[in-house]
């Protein structure tokens, strides 16, 4: 084998590596919009992260997070289940009553094309 033979066979090898790892990933704007309502619905005060598999990183593959379902064939989020403890406010409220009147902003579910 020539030298150039060789170099584009590892050129290949390493974008299949790549491609591999993320056509089984979720889509990029679908884990930003997780994001953006992960912060949106923070309210606890017992300083526990709620959605801690929700990871920030950009490998971090939001089809294996925590209440979340992704279609097999399209990888797109299909489910989105968030269930919150209740926990006891220090003003003596529950935060289920805070999320019974929980405003969301709705625009942050608009990247989800099959939920």
Known sequence: MTNS???YLW???LLMANGWRCCY???NEERTALLQLKANIK???SGDDYLLSWGAN???DCCRWEGIVCSHTT???IELSI???EEKLSNGTYTDDILRNWLFNASLFVPFKNL
Do not use: P
């Open 58 to 60: 950009e490998t971090s």
């Open 5 to 7: 033979k060789i170099v």
């Open 43 to 45: 309210y606890s005060t």
């Open 75 to 77: 990888r797109r989020v």
């Open 25 to 27: 990933c979720c889509w």
């Open 11 to 13: 050129l290949l090898i």
């Open 83 to 85: 269930i919150a403890k």
